[in-house]
């Protein structure tokens, strides 16, 4: 399924602006710096208590929001949204202790049970040179193939190795496939681009390919 956070190769959204921060700050203002801090922790935390947590569940839950809020939201506050949410959800606070700006206790006790590890498929199905097509539907709620090379012809760059599949990892199922570099001409992606000899590498599973 395709949300708004998808915008790769869409139109109609305006110049992107430029922004000037004092580089010498790493952080522009105090609050963003102390939500990278509380996500890092808690994101650290979650993983070492293997609680069904995976970082694709978090960009899942950011996906989710609304495409309004999703377009006119800081980086840093969409951050803050998604932490709230995966605080309810694994049980460390509620939505009153966020209305209210307190919690009730101290203490914290996770309800999520381990993630489920699933076979590992290691077996390479396609080599470096193979020509492979990218897939042209996602049924997933969370994917990590772009919209715009759906349904494109690319050549196999290099074999990078086995990773966990993002689209099962969001629901806290790990499914480990290999991994593929995979060249896209840029004449076979943009039709404004006819003549370009530029190319694009993206990395992807091996279930987001087929044969060409």
Known sequence: MDTIHDLGGRQGFGPVLHQF?????????????????????????????????????????????????????????????????TAIDEGIADVQEFVDGHARSATMQLRHMPPQAESAKTIDSFKPGDKVLAKRDSGSMHTRLPSYVRGRRGIVESVTGPQPLPDLSATGRISIEQTYAVRFDMKELWPEAADSRDVLLIDMWESYLDPA
């Open 21 to 85: 921060d004092d580089d010498q700050r790493m952080f522009p203002e105090e609050w963003k710096a102390r939500v990278w801090a509380i996500a890092m922790m808690s994101m650290s935390k979650l993983s070492q208590e293997e609680t069904g947590w995976t970082l694709d569940w978090y960009r899942h839950v950011l996906e989710r929001l609304p495409p309004d809020l999703y377009l006119r939201f800081d980086y840093f506050e969409k951050w803050m949204l998604a932490m709230m949410v």
